[in-house]
C-alpha cells in the first residue's frame, strides 16, 4: 500500500511540497557544512596549520567515497521515485536494497585499502614530509569508518525519494551535534590529536547509520519500501542503470578529487604549507555556499522523478522553475555574506597576519561569482532526475574536468599562487554559460517532458 508521505509527491501543491522537502535538506546539509568549518577550527587551534593542510590532503578520498555513495543512492533513489510514481512498490523496495549491496560491497574495499595503500596514495595527493604523518593518521581512521560513512550517504538519498527529507534532516542533525561534542573533547580532553578528529565523525556516523537503518527496517508502517529476503536480490541490470543514471553525481565529486589534487600539486609548487592550509580553508565554504543549494536540488529530485513516472509533467514543469528560482536567490545571498566578510570568516580558523590577507584575497576571488551556483546545480540536478546520464554528466565534467583542472595547470605559470584561485572563477562562469546553452536549447522554461524521456520509458508510454 502506498505510504501518505509518498503519494503527497503527485498530490501536495508544488511551492509547499518543494519547500517542505528542501528545507529540511538545506537546513541539514548547511549544518554539516558548518560542522566541517568548527572541525577544522579544532584541528587549527588544537593541533596546528600543518595538521590542516593534512585534512586538505586527505580531502580527496573521502570525496571518492562521497562520490560513490551520493551516485549509487542517486541512481537507486531516481528508479525508486519513478518505480513508488507507478506504484510499484516492490520494485522501489529492490532499488534500495541493491543500493544498500553496492555500498557495502565498496566500503569493504575502503578498510582493505586502509592498511595497504594509504601512504602511496597520500603521496600522489601532493602530501610533504611534514603533513604525512598527519594525513595517514586521520584518513586511517576515516576509512575504516567508511561502512557506516556511505551506507548513511546512500540510505539519505532513499529518504528523500519515499518524501521523508525531515527525518533525514533529523539524521543529519543528530549526527553533526555528537560530532561536534566529540571532537573538541577527542582533541582536547583526550589529547588524541588528529586521530580523534576522524573517530568523532566515524562514531557520528555509526549513529547516523543506526538511526536510518532503524527507520527502515522496524517502522515498515511507515515506508513504502519493504526491505526483506526478496528485496536484496542481486540485479546486475538494475545496478547498470543506477550507475547510468547517477554517472553525473560521480564524476562530478571524483572529478573534484582530481582537482582538489591537482590544486594541491600546483601550491605545492608555487607555494608551500601556508597556502595548502589556505585552500583546506576554504574548501569548507565552499562547501557551505554548494550544499544549501544542493538541498534544494535534493528538495527538487523525488517530486520531479515522482511526477514524471506518474506523467503528471505540468508538476514537474512547475517544480522546476521554482527550484531555479528559490537556488538563485539563495546563491546570491552567500556570495554577498562572502564577499562582504572574507576577514571575519578566515579569522576563524587563525590570527596570523599572513595567512588572514591571503586567506582573504583567496576568497574574494574565489567566490567571485558564486551567486550563479544555483542555475547550474538544479539544471544538473534536474537532468538526473529524469534519468538524462548523458547530458547531467557532460554539465557535471565541465565544470570541474573540462574547465578548472587546464585553468590550474595553466595560469600559476604566469601568475604564480594567484593563478590557482583565479582559475576557479573563470571556470565557474564557462560552466554556467554551458549549462544554460543546454536549458536554452531544450527549453527548460517551457519544458515538454515528453521530449527528456528515455527510450524505454518512451516505449512503455507508446503501449
Known sequence: MMNKNTARLGEAPINKLLIGLSLPAMIGMLVTALYNIVDTIFVAQGIGTAAVAAVGIAFPVQLVLMAISNSVGIGGAAIASQRLGQKNLDGASRAYANVLMVVFVVSMLAIVAAFIFVEPLLRVFGATPEIMPYSIDFLRVLLLGSPFFMLTMASSAMLRAEGRASYQMRVMLTTVAINIVLTPLFIFGLDWGIQGAALGTVVAQIVGSILIFRFFFTKAKKTSLVLNREAFRFDPKLVVRMGQIGSSSFIMQVSQSVLFITVNHMLVRYGGTTELATFAVINKFMALVGMPIMGIVQGMQP???????SKQFDRMSQAIKLAIRYGLTLSITLWLLIQLFPRFWVGMFTEDATLLDDGSTAMRILFAISFVYGIQMIINGMYQSLAKARIALFLSLSRQTLYTIPLVLILPVFF???????????ADLMAVLTAIVFA????????????????ETKAAQAK
Open 440 to 455: 536554452y536549447r531544450d527549453r527548460i522554461m517551457l519544458f515538454k517532458p515528453n521530449e527528456y524521456a528515455e527510450p
Open 303 to 309: 517530486i520531479v522523478g515522482y511526477n514524471f513516472g
Open 416 to 426: 604564480g599562487v594567484q593563478g590557482v584561485w583565479f582559475a576557479f572563477p573563470i
